[in-house]
């Protein structure tokens, strides 16, 4: 399906996904407007939500069962129709629902009587659809505009907490001077270029018209703005504070959707518009060093859970910054993986721990899991999963995410780079082993270590989901790899032959029900 | 490139060396004779009612945030007032355009309800 842009049924069509969403988004808030009071009401607004991300991701598969491709216009166009907005549509989609199947059970626990919460997280959502699907720099900035306010709220959401407001308050001020940077960094591109759609910047690029110290200078700011948002190292500072202080479905929220959605827009805005340039290699390469080196680190010698997560976050952005290193051709597949493989084991991650962390209490220390194996087998054994695909062991997504990413950035003559991530990820086993030495190998403190750790079902659900979802892409990557391939920006157009229906069964299945 | 704003650079030196200039001239010339009255801040000529850093109720804000928001959508109103009379960009048409105003009304409106609904219009 050949969608033309420029007329505005086509364009409508080639944003039904985000009409969808915002359609919905309306009616949960009026819905909220009327009912807001008790936990019934909350349980409603969490239904909505997960219909309305079900909606959204069979619109977007809609688009994508279509093979639904922009005509080239003279016109430049304001959104991509490609396999990477579909792909990384499903990955948000799908993180969210997990997010908001998380939550039910915390907000009660907490004392959240808070339906907002919800509504807050499909603005963000829709937010992060307009960031993986933005084909002009001004797109991407209002995306990203709107996943940020949304996620600074959630972040302070509990407002009696003295760490969820510090950690809203950091959050908003340097998320505010990254947008800053990122704004000035559009506004020396256009100066430079005279337009702000990703494909005629790379044609301006290409004319050799933007050259100049002008674009240098705005590519420069962007790449520090984008660092901000996908926390790389030297613009991570505020991550451990941020994570830490936040409820921890919104700390799993962050650090998987919002830092998939700005990786998504870094990816496709260097891909796209700034290829021909040669700067940001260099820039990536220490970028993507630095923050492997520093990331793994500082881990190290973290001792409560969520923070060393927090750095191991960081840590992950770094082998991202490998993919995106290596370049949109050999690099995408692997990006879009990577992606969806680190969503999956950090959600699990986070899940866990919002199960251990009880009332108030914020501190998970790693020998405070020691026993998890004896009394709950079952958790201790997906923690394990979760540990063990970041560190990045065979058999579990993460290695074959991080494999690619090797075989990428090798193919694109990035032999260092190849070489730091082994090394780093070698470090990172110095903190990954000890969570699962603790759960299996020490004693359980006293019988009452482990008492008032519970899941729920929903919440049993999303460690399944993202377990078997690490598992399998482990075993058999090869399906969600298809989609990745085919899911590469700016690559040649996909193939009309379709792979079969639920080649995404695993990664978007929580929307599907 | 830069002789359009070459005199833009220039009158913001002249806007700075001027400002600059009186305060320095100020302070070089007068002779200094404090008295009480003449040391109070300014305020329009009144005696000075309380000090300035006040607290504000945090209604304050939300409804100026609230004002905000509805203030934008008159801005939005009048360049789209002006482009419809003009019978809208070719091809397109003026349905279009009308379509189009009426979401984004409609989408503001949703948010008033909710802020009526939810109470942030209420002072107390």
Known sequence: MILDLSSSRDLLLALLPELVLTAWSLVLLLLIAWRHRTAADLRLAGCVTLA????????????????????????????????????????????????????????????????????????????????????????????????????YVLAGINRKSAAGAEAAFKYFLLGAFASSFLL?????????????GLRAIAAQVGAGAGGGT????????????????????????????????????????????VKAAAFAALFRVLGEAFSAV?????????????????????????????????????????????????????????????????????????????????????????????????????????????????????????????????????????????AALVLTSVISAGYYLPVIM???MKPEPSAEAHVGMRLGRLGYAVVTVCVAG???????????????????????????????APAVSAAHAPTAR | MIQP???????????????????????????????PVKELPYESGMPPLGDARERFSVKFYLVAMLFIVFDIETVFLFPWATIFRDGGAPGTGTGFLLVEMLVFILILAVGYIYVWKRGALEWD
Not at chain 1, 286 to 311: D, E, F, H, P, S
Not at chain 2, 11 to 32: E, F, P, Q
């Open chain 1, 438 to 440: 603790a759960m299996y």
């Open chain 2, 5 to 35: 704003y070459a005199s833009f650079l220039l009158l913001l030196l002249l806007v700075v060396a001027n400002a600059v200039g009186m305060i320095a001239a100020s302070h070089l010339i007068t002779r200094r004779r404090p008295t």
């Open chain 1, 470 to 500: 690490l598992l399998f892409f482990g075993v058999r990557p090869n399906r969600l790899l298809d989609l990745a391939r085919t899911g590469g920006v700016a690559g040649p157009p996909a193939p009309e032959a379709i792979p079969a």
């Open chain 1, 278 to 418: 040669a700067a940001w290699h260099e820039i990536v390469w220490w970028l993507a060093v630095a923050t492997m080196v520093v990331g793994n680190l500082i881990a190290l010698a973290q001792r409560a859970v969520k923070r060393m997560l927090a750095y191991s976050s960081v840590a992950h952005a770094g082998y991202l910054l490998v993919a995106v290193a290596a370049g949109p051709g050999p690099g995408s597949a692997a990006f879009l993986f990577y992606l969806v493989a680190y969503t999956l084991m950090t959600l699990g991650a986070f899940a866990l721990l919002a199960a251990k962390g009880r009332q108030g209490e914020r501190d998970v220390l790693i020998d405070d899991l020691a026993g998890l194996a004896t009394r709950h087998p079952w958790l201790a054994f997906a923690l394990a999963v979760c540990m063990l695909s970041l560190l990045g062991f065979p058999g579990t997504a993460g290695f074959i995410g991080k494999w690619y990413i090797l075989a990428a950035a090798t193919s694109a003559g990035q032999g260092g780079l190849a």
């Open chain 1, 184 to 196: 000035y960094g559009i506004a020396l591109v256009y100066g430079a270029t005279g337009t702000t």
């Open chain 1, 214 to 257: 002008m674009l240098a200078i705005g590519l420069a700011l962007l790449l520090i703005g984008f660092g901000f948002k996908v926390a790389a190292v030297p613009f991570h500072m505020w991550v451990p504070d941020v994570y830490d202080g936040s409820p921890t479905p919104v700390t799993a929220y962050m650090a998987s959707g």
């Open chain 1, 52 to 151: 309305a991300l079900a909606s959204t991701a069979g619109a977007v598969w809609w688009l994508w069962w279509h093979a639904a491709r922009a005509a080239p216009t003279p016109l430049a166009a304001m959104i991509a129709v490609d396999d990477f907005r579909f792909v990384t549509d499903w990955l948000f989609l799908g993180a969210a629902a997990l997010t908001v199947l998380l939550s039910f059970n915390y907000l009660e626990r907490e004392q959240l009587l808070i339906p907002e919460y919800h509504a807050l997280i499909v603005f963000a959502t829709l937010g992060m659809m307009l960031m993986g699907g933005g084909d002009d720099l001004i797109v991407v900035f209002l995306g990203l505009e709107l996943l940020s306010v949304s996620v």
